[in-house]
């Protein structure tokens, strides 16, 4: 069992910077791999950033490319997305997820992963 409990949420305009926190129970965070989904009012939760377990592969979704970057610290449990020249359509609810699998596999659809955080709001303003 893993309790995700995700952080760093908030308001800010767009061309701004966030850095959101998903901070994993358990001795076993090193097995995992790590997440970043969002879902905005109205549309389908969607892929933001995946890592593998290693740390060693990671996945972007094509809107985040060269903006997010997404990074582990398996000695503190958590995982990161840095997020950087905001948009207004990045705004949204943004879920850490966790699933284990092989140590290099990244996941990317919803359904791969079996953990959930509670979530926490992004919102960038124009």
């Known amino acids: 069992q893993v309790q995700l409990v995700e952080s760093g949420g908030g308001l800010v305009q767009a061309g701004g910077s966030l850095r959101l926190s998903c901070a994993a129970s358990?001795?076993?965070?090193?097995?995992?791999?790590m997440g970043w989904f969002r879902q905005a009012p109205g549309k389908e939760r969607e892929i933001v950033a995946g890592i593998s377990a290693s740390g060693r592969n990671i996945y972007y979704t094509d809107s985040v490319k060269g903006r997010f970057t997404i990074s582990r610290d398996n000695a503190k449990n958590t995982v990161y997305l840095q997020m950087s020249s905001l948009k207004p359509e990045d705004t949204a609810v943004y879920y850490c997820?966790?699933?284990?699998?092989?140590?290099?596999?990244?996941?990317?659809?919803?359904?791969?992963?079996?953990?959930w955080g509670q979530g926490t709001q992004v919102t960038v303003s124009s």
């Open positions: 358990g001795r076993t965070f090193s097995s995992y791999a």
């Open positions: 997820a966790a699933r284990q699998g092989n140590v290099d596999n990244y996941y990317y659809t919803p359904g791969s992963y079996r953990y």
